[in-house]
T-cell receptor, first 109, second 113 residues
C-alpha cells in the first residue's frame, strides 16, 4: 500500500534554531497536509498544499509541495518552546489520506 | 465552543468488556472519521462516514462498530475488548473532501487491562 516516509523521526534543537523536516513517497499525491500534535491533544492542521511546486507560509512555518508530487517539506524558522510537539505530514490521493509517522520536535533548555 | 468533542477522555476497562466512545461535531461538516493512534503515534484511519453513510471501512476487526445517528455524531462501539485495543482513538470531521483538512477531537485514551 501507499506509505509516507517522514524524516527525521526526532529532532533535538536549541531555541531559536531553524527546523526542517520532510516527507517522501513512492506514489504521487494530489494534496499534502501538515499537522501538529501537542501532548494530550488531537492533530491540528498547519498548512495545506494543493499544487505541485506550491510554497505556502503560515507565520514562521513554510511548506512546499514537491515538483514530482511525491514529496513535501516543512520548515520552522526561529523555533520557540511552544513549537515542541509531533509534526505529521499527510498525503491525499483519491480522497484517501495517508499519514506519515511523525517528526518529534524537542527543544533543549 | 469545542468543535469536535469526544467522550470520555480516558477509558480504563477490563478485557472482554464492551465500551463506547462518543463524538460530536458542531462545525456543520458532512464527513466524520475515526482514527486509531498506537503507542508509536502512528495514525491509522478506521472508518469514515459521509452524511450518515459509511464510506471507508478499513481492515478493522468486526468487534468495532461505528454508528452515526446523524451527521453531527459518530460513535464507536467496541465489543469484547482486547489488550491490543489499547490506544488513543481520535474522532475527526471535514467538510467536503478530506483534502481540505480534518478537524480532530482531543482523543480518547483507551487502556485495556
Amino acid at each position: 500500500g501507499q506509505q509516507l516516509n517522514q524524516s527525521p523521526q526526532s529532532m533535538f534543537i536549541q531555541e531559536g534554531e531553524d527546523v526542517s523536516m520532510n516527507c517522501t513517497s513512492s506514489s504521487i499525491f494530489n494534496t499534502w497536509l501538515w499537522y501538529k500534535q501537542d501532548p494530550g491533544e488531537g492533530p491540528v492542521l498547519l498548512i495545506a498544499l494543493y499544487k505541485a511546486g506550491e510554497l505556502t507560509s503560515n507565520g514562521r512555518l513554510t511548506a512546499q509541495f514537491g515538483i514530482t508530487r511525491k514529496d513535501s517539506f516543512l520548515n520552522i524558522s526561529a523555533s520557540i518552546p511552544s513549537d515542541v510537539g509531533i509534526y505529521f505530514c499527510a498525503g491525499n490521493r483519491d480522497d484517501k489520506i495517508i499519514f506519515g509517522k511523525g517528526t518529534r520536535l524537542h527543544i533543549l533548555p | 465552543d469545542t468543535a469536535v468533542s469526544q467522550t470520555p477522555k480516558y477509558l480504563v476497562t477490563q478485557m472482554g468488556n464492551d465500551k463506547s466512545i462518543k463524538c460530536e461535531q458542531n462545525l456543520g461538516h458532512d464527513t466524520m472519521y475515526w482514527y486509531k493512534q498506537d503507542s508509536k503515534k502512528f495514525l491509522k484511519i478506521m472508518f469514515s462516514y459521509n452524511n450518515k453513510e459509511l464510506i471507508i471501512n478499513e481492515t478493522v476487526p468486526n468487534r468495532f462498530s461505528p454508528k452515526s445517528p446523524d451527521k453531527a455524531h459518530l460513535n464507536l462501539h467496541i465489543n469484547s475488548l482486547e489488550l491490543g485495543d489499547s490506544a488513543v482513538y481520535f474522532c475527526a470531521s471535514s467538510q467536503g473532501r478530506p483534502s481540505y483538512g480534518y478537524t480532530f477531537g482531543s482523543g480518547t485514551r483507551l487502556t485495556v487491562v
